[in-house]
T-cell receptor, first 115, second 114 residues
Framework: DGGITQSPKYLFRKEGQNVTLSCEQNLNHDAMYWYRQDPGQGLRLIYYSQIVNDFQKGDIAEGYSVSREKKESFPLTVTSAQKNPTAFYLC??????????????FGSGTRLTVV | GNSVTQMEGPVTLSEEAFLTINCTYTATGYPSLFWYVQYPGEGLQLLLKATKADDKGSNKGFEATYRKETTSFHLEKGSVQVSDSAVYFCALEGWSTGFQKLVFGTGTRLLVSP
């Protein structure tokens, strides 16, 4: 079955450490996204990539980095520069559909906790 | 810029009660509108969508109508079940700095008791 796989589901990080969250999709979607979810704040866009080897900052990119070397993969690195990294991270992918509406598919998320 | 405002929760209902979750939006042009649902510990699932004014999206007994005159997309269900307990997000998809961007509301938690 096609979908998006995020791993790990739970991740613990010590302060000052970098950590990488994995996102893989087998939907042949061109675009991929990373969102951060905090209680009461909805989802905020961190980075997005419309094609391989290209990515753009979203609304809250500071302290994060990404790469898009393969169409299927869009890993997110949370660096030590991110002051408040404890959150739920969601990866999504999309492709244009008939009628002009992009269809988004979401992964099941990674909960990152700084200890 | 584009934005979505939805009612704060939690919304607490008894089983078989009528549900309304309000959602209004601000956008340039003609965005597509969505409702997503998130069950505990999970990602988001698309519940329904509408792509133009007066369209009605529906799925699993939930409905929402794209009202351009009131810039609203309220979610309704005639009879909720305990299994509907989740967080519901209203979202719009519109053009922003050269690409289609999905903008979310803050989410509304629904709690349904037996």
């Amino acid at each position: 079955d096609g979908g998006i796989t995020q791993s790990p589901k739970y991740l613990f990080r010590k302060e000052g450490q970098n950590v990488t969250l994995s996102c893989e999709q087998n939907l042949n979607h061109d675009a991929m996204y990373w969102y951060r979810q905090d209680p009461g704040q909805g989802l905020r866009l961190i980075y997005y990539s419309q094609i391989v080897n290209d990515f753009q900052k979203g609304d809250i990119a500071e302290g994060y980095s990404v790469s898009r070397e393969k169409k299927e993969s869009f890993p997110l690195t949370v660096t030590s520069a991110q002051k408040n990294p404890t959150a739920f991270y969601l990866c999504a992918s999309s492709t244009p559909r008939t009628g002009g509406t992009y269809g988004y598919t979401f992964g099941s998320g990674t909960r990152l906790t700084v200890v | 810029g584009n934005s979505v405002t939805q009612m704060e929760g939690p919304v607490t209902l008894s089983e078989e009660a009528f549900l309304t979750i309000n959602c209004t939006y601000t956008a340039t042009g003609y965005p597509s509108l969505f409702w997503y649902v998130q069950y505990p510990g999970e990602g988001l699932q698309l519940l329904l969508k509408a792509t133009k004014a007066d369209d009605k999206g529906s799925n699993k007994g939930f409905e929402a109508t794209y009202r351009k005159e009131t810039t609203s997309f309220h979610l309704e269900k005639g009879s909720v079940q305990v299994s509907d307990s989740a967080v519901y997000f209203c979202a719009l998809e519109g053009w922003s700095t050269g690409f289609q961007k999905l903008v979310f509301g803050t989410g509304t938690r629904l709690l349904v008791s037996p």
